[in-house]
T-cell receptor, first 117, second 111 residues
Framework: GAVVSQHPSRVICKSGTSVKIECRSLDFQATTMFWYRQFPKQSLMLMATSNEGSKATYEQGVEKDKFLINHASLTLSTLTVTSAHPEDSSFYIC?????????????FGPGTRLTVT | KQEVTQIPAALSVPEGENLVLNCSFTDSAIYNLQWFRQDPGKGLTSLLLIQSSQREQTSGRLNASLDKSSGRSTLYIAASQPGDSATYLCAVIQGAQKLVFGQGTRLTINP
């Protein structure tokens, strides 16, 4: 149980285009989802927290207009990187947490490798 | 602001050895602490979660301890195997459910 998927696993796009990454909880309802970014050989940095049906809460330094997050249902959150630039190239990982989990455990997706050329 | 530190940054040991990975955090007001494993280019696999009221958790050859008052956790791996080679991440959860990660320990088990 508690499986989280991400799609796509890899994406290459040209500078200036937008890319959408999906995060799905497959066997539980995720009231809260999180988006992280990881640079090579570095740890994960939280970008934003999203609750189903409400606006995402972004961490300091993360541009809201550049990284659009939508959590329209209890099983799906999307991250759209708008007007992508090479410096947005990174590994993006989502996680999900359900209401029933009182230990606040987050379940992680397999990640999406974004390369902007 | 919570800071999580992992020592050492990298560790290389021969197969069969027992080893300890260390994690420290600056703010003891945590809900729980989690240890993860990450293989190159992959997502995170949760290994053990210790709630703030617990002292340790065990899963197979892995044992994690938590000393909240001193801000420390250790991950003990018994009888290491080449398949244990990966980056191990420690993370704590505080208010607002945020996970704060350490930088990780890159572990290599040599056959």
């Amino acid at each position: 149980g508690a499986v989280v998927s991400q799609h796509p696993s890899r994406v290459i796009c040209k500078s200036g285009t937008s890319v959408k990454i999906e995060c799905r909880s497959l066997d539980f309802q995720a009231t809260t989802m999180f988006w992280y970014r990881q640079f090579p050989k570095q740890s994960l940095m939280l970008m934003a927290t999203s609750n189903e049906g409400s606006k995402a809460t972004y961490e300091q330094g993360v541009e809201k207009d550049k990284f659009l997050i939508n959590h329209a249902s209890l099983t799906l959150s999307t991250l759209t990187v708008t007007s992508a630039h090479p410096e947005d190239s990174s590994f993006y990982i989502c996680s999900a947490r359900g209401d029933r989990d009182l230990a606040y455990e987050q379940y992680f997706g397999p990640g999406t490798r974004l390369t902007v050329t | 602001k919570q800071e999580v530190t992992q020592i050492p940054a990298a560790l290389s040991v021969p197969e069969g050895e027992n080893l300890v990975l260390n994690c420290s955090f600056t703010d003891s007001a945590i809900y729980n602490l989690q240890w993860f494993r990450q293989d190159p280019g992959k997502g995170l696999t949760s290994l053990l979660l210790i709630q703030s009221s617990q002292r340790e958790q065990t899963s197979g050859r892995l044992n994690a301890s938590l000393d909240k008052s001193s801000g420390r956790s250790t991950l003990y791996i018994a009888a290491s195997q080449p398949g244990d080679s990966a980056t191990y991440l420690c993370a704590v959860i505080q208010g607002a459910q945020k996970l704060v990660f350490g930088q990780g320990t890159r572990l290599t088990i040599n056959p």
